[in-house]
């Protein structure tokens, strides 16, 4: 517990320079004895800290000092920044979290570590937003995400994909949470099955504060590969026979839920046009459309 706290006060002195020994014992809530007592046991391990008199002194470190508590290389401290910003904290409403998690963390790091965050910042912007997504309001997910956290059932209203207009009771046992893309879904136990529920079509969700035991056996990541798998060959599918060129094809193959299942390469007209190019000829393509 001391060697915790003896943590935090370095910490904090490096990220913040001098502060009084009231402030210090304020935050760490403990006696101004202790802090002294701690500053004592620091002075001994080899920290330098320096005490200042007077109604503007305080503790702070040695001009110069600092240590790299972290123990996190730089290429480390780079995949972390890329955290900050994230659709998921945000959604979860941790996004001021994360944000004083990182602030405390470039504080902690070694000298230099500050100036990648900041050359990160400014050389790289991630916009998770897609192009034609409609963003689904999720006002009450942070309360699911205590629910999954604290393991106890729930009852909510869910409104389903074939009755919209009719949302039926359900009483669950939510297991874990999944983001695909910008939608959300709530991976739950109802009677002798999990299912997922997209988050967006649940209403008035309380929590029973019932807990329930969670199966042991249970891996949300491989129940969502299933679960994904299952759905994708669930699509009801149409074969389509077109003519297309080859830089058509490479588009359509890019196409979410398309697949070429054949071609038939035609043979090759020489039609030579005044200032153009030769075509390049097309093909005939089986084209498989799901959804």
């Known amino acids: 517990m001391r060697g915790d706290r003896l943590l935090a ?17 304020r935050r760490l809530e403990v006696s101004e004895r202790t802090i002294q007592r701690d500053m004592d046991a620091l002075g001994s391990a080899g920290i330098p800290v320096v005490s200042e008199r007077g109604s503007a002194g305080g503790w702070r470190l040695m001009e110069g000092y600092r240590t790299d508590a972290t123990g996190m290389t730089g290429e480390e401290w780079k995949a972390l920044l890329l ?8 959604d979860l409403g941790l996004a001021d979290a994360l944000d004083s998690a990182l602030l405390k ?38 309360l699911l995400f205590e629910a999954v956290l604290t393991e106890q059932r729930i009852e909510a209203y869910y409104e389903s994909r074939n009755a919209p207009q009719a949302a039926s009771p359900r009483c669950l046992m939510p297991l874990g949470l999944v983001m ?25 969700i309380r929590l ?6 969670r ?3 249970f891996s949300l990541a491989a129940w ?10 669930g699509l009801p599918s149409t074969l389509v026979r077109l003519k297309a060129s ?20 035609l043979k090759a007209r020489r039609l030579r046009q005044k200032g153009r190019r030769r075509k390049q000829p097309p093909s005939i393509y089986n084209y498989q459309c799901c959804g």
């Not at 955290?83 to 945000?90: E, Y």
């Not at 900041?118 to 192009?131: I, N, Q, R, T």
């Not at 893309?181 to 997922?196: C, I, Q, R, T």
């Not at 029973?208 to 035991?213: D, L, N, Q, V």
């Open 9 to 25: 006060i370095l910490l904090t002195l490096q990220a913040e320079g001098k502060l009084s020994q009231r402030e210090l014992a």
């Open 83 to 90: 955290s900050a910003g994230s659709r998921a904290a945000r």
């Open 105 to 142: 963390l470039r504080a902690a790091g070694m000298p230099g570590k500050p100036a990648v965050a900041a050359s990160l910042s400014s050389k790289l912007h991630v916009d998770a937003e897609g192009w034609h997504e409609c963003r689904e309001p999720q006002p009450k997910l942070a």
């Open 180 to 204: 695909k893309g910008s939608a959300w879904y709530l991976a739950a136990s109802e009677g002798d099955a999990v299912k997922s529920f997209r988050t967006s079509k649940l209403s008035d």
């Open 208 to 213: 029973t504060g019932e807990p329930f035991e």
């Open 215 to 217: 199966p042991a056996s």
């Open 224 to 233: 969502w590969r299933t679960s994904v798998s299952r759905f994708l060959e």
């Open 246 to 265: 080859p830089d058509a094809i490479d588009r359509l193959q890019k196409m979410r839920y398309t697949r070429i299942v054949g071609a038939i390469p």
